[in-house]
């Protein structure tokens, strides 16, 4: 079982930044893979970055590819998602999800491949 808690979200002006973390409890936290969704009023639950369990392989939405960096610090059991040069269309809930399973590149993008999300946390860009 794995406990997920988002943090560090809230209210930056277009062009801002913010730093996301999510906090994972369990000791299995290193061999999972780890992914960042976000989910806009009105919209589905969209893929925003991935992370595998090494560090090693990243993959991310065409949508905030260059701006945004995932990363994670498996003695912390956290994960980070850096958003630079912030736009009003980055405003959504914003989830973190674990990946139990040894999951293709393809798969990561997909929220059904998640086993376990956090609650959310909000972030806003006004314009």
């Known amino acids: 079982q794995v406990q997920l808690v988002e943090s560090g979200g809230g209210l930056v002006q277009a062009g801002g930044s913010l730093r996301l973390s999510c906090a994972a409890s369990?000791?299995?936290?290193?061999?999972?893979?780890m992914g960042w969704f976000r989910q806009a009023p009105g919209k589905e639950r969209e893929f925003v970055a991935a992370?595998?369990?090494?560090?090693?392989?990243?993959y991310y939405a065409d949508s905030v590819k260059g701006r945004f960096t995932i990363s994670r610090d498996n003695a912390k059991n956290t994960v980070f998602l850096q958003m630079n040069s912030l736009k009003a269309e980055d405003t959504a809930v914003y989830y973190c999800?674990?990946?139990?399973?040894?999951?293709?590149?393809?798969?990561?993008?997909?929220?059904?491949?998640?086993?376990?999300w956090g609650q959310g946390t909000q972030v806003t860009v006004s314009s």
């Open positions: 369990g000791h299995t936290f290193s061999s999972y893979a």
């Open positions: 999800g674990a990946d139990s399973s040894p999951s293709s590149p393809a798969l990561l993008r997909v929220r059904l491949a998640y086993d376990y």
């Open positions: 992370i595998r369990w090494s560090g090693t392989g990243t």
